[in-house]
C-alpha cells in the first residue's frame, strides 16, 4: 500500500482507527492474499493506497495491535 514508519493509518478497509484495537480486529478478519484499501496520513498529506495483505503485513499489524 505504501505505508512507512511514521505515518498514521486513519481508515483500513470500510472502517476507522482509533488505536490498535480497530487494527486488531482487522487483522482477525482478514487474510494473506485480501486486497485491501487503507488511508493514511504523512507528513501533514492523507493518502490512499490498495494493495495485497502479505503475512508480513499482518505479522507487523499483530505486532502493533
Known sequence: VGLHPGDILLQLGAGAVFGNREVMFFVREHGVGDEVEAV???D???H???GELTRRDLEVFAHHA
Do not use: M
Open 40 to 42: 493514511w496520513a504523512h
Open 44 to 46: 501533514g498529506n492523507v
Open 48 to 50: 490512499r493506497g490498495k
